[in-house]
């Protein structure tokens, strides 16, 4: 045991904020639910409004600790900095005024895979596991001196902010590069002054036509991986599963929760910087990523083609893989792919039904510069991620070995 740390069970510490609000009692508060709160990643992917919302909820503060109780396994943890209600199926931890442990140390150790484990262990349930707070805060946990735990919630606190600030940065992106998209291909505003006609999509430039997506690209299925997988990056192969896509588009990056693949493949299912992709299968019936585009980002790592995603092959230079994947990202086409989908459990689409998409086509426009704005956009996400992914690294890391007292502050 590292000098000065004592032993303390959880209840000792921590307690729960129990405020429940009605829905008659709303007024338009941010929400969080499960489904906004990443897996394993710490980050948030979206607020709701208490508007949409119609069950008892959980009121919150900014600073409270947010700790996703189903299936505690899938890591959702996140401190809001905002005030706001959150699912019943959140619990809302705070430390205790006692002066054993303070609130930023205190998020840093929900984070760890010791803490998920006995949540896990202390679970209730077979098919929705919940953590049960009663058999949670009997369990005991190592903790520093004050003076070590704002250290130790220095150090990781900054790379989460980090992180938080290039992810910001992304969204700000991704919204301008759609916008300048949509500027383009549905306001039709580098046009306005000219003349317009008649389409089965409604107004459009004269001159243009309306072309379905099969004319303009084809898409290659994935090789059916094998073998053995490793869950650290020895080999530098990671193996893309739909579960690595974002909702909004992208890839996440939770190197926790990535896998390497150890097999024997064909050379031709690595993938490139720039390729597209595009997700084929959905686990769930609410087709969030069904659909969902994917830009590869760098080289740093060999990413594997596997099967289910689709690879976008261009056949027309007049588009990039920067102006497919926003075309990807939009709610029309979206939709489109939501609603004819097959399967019962799982959802799927196909290259055929993509193929069936209808767009406006530009037959005698130059898209250079939008080709050029929006991969300069994207250029600059990428940055942000491959910072990220640097970051994660170092986070997920230290995290453990800071929490456990396995090396001091000093050493960092």
Known sequence: MPQNWKTYKLGD????????????????????????????????????????????????????ILYGKIRPYFQK??????????????????????????QPFLYQLTKTKFFTDKAVETSTGTKMPRADWNSLSNIEFLIPPLPEQRAIASILSALDDKIELNLQMNKTLEDMAMTLYKHWFVDFGPFKDETFVESEL????????????GEILSIKHGYAFKGDFFTTDERQEVLLTPGNFNKNGGIQFNWSKQKFYSGKFPEDYILKKGDLLI???????????????????DEDY??????????????????????????????????????????????????????DYKI????????????????????????????????????????????????????V
């Open 279 to 297: 997700t084929l299968t959905d686990l769930t019936q609410s087709c969030e990523i069904l659909g969902a585009p994917a830009l590869i980002p």
């Open 77 to 102: 943890v996140y401190q809001p900095n905002f005030d706001g209600i959150c699912s019943t199926d959140i619990f809302v931890l705070n430390s205790k005024e006692n002066g054993i442990v303070e």
């Open 202 to 213: 409604g107004l459009i430039p004269e001159g243009w036509e309306v072309k379905k997506l």
């Open 360 to 411: 406006a086509y530009p037959s005698n426009i130059n898209l250079n510069e939008l080709k050029d704005n929006l991969k300069n956009i994207i250029d600059k996400i990428h940055l942000n991620i491959s910072e990220n992914k640097t970051l994660l690294k170092q986070r997920d890391s230290l995290l453990p070995k800071l929490i456990s007292g396995e090396i001091s502050v000093k050493d």
């Open 13 to 64: 510490f921590a307690k729960l904020r129990k405020e429940n609000i009605q829905p008659k009692d709303f007024s338009g508060q941010k929400y969080i639910g499960l489904e906004h709160i990443g897996q394993g990643t710490f980050t948030l992917e979206g607020v709701g409004s208490s508007d949409d919302v119609s069950s008892n909820k959980s009121k919150f503060k900014a600073g409270d």
């Open 302 to 355: 060999k990413y594997l083609h596997n099967q289910r995603l689709g690879l976008v092959q261009l056949r027309d230079t007049k588009f990039t893989n920067e102006i497919i994947y926003f075309l990807a990202n939009t709610y029309e086409y979206r939709e489109f792919i939501k609603n004819s989908k097959t399967g019962s459990t799982v959802s799927h689409t196909a290259p055929n039904r993509i193929y």
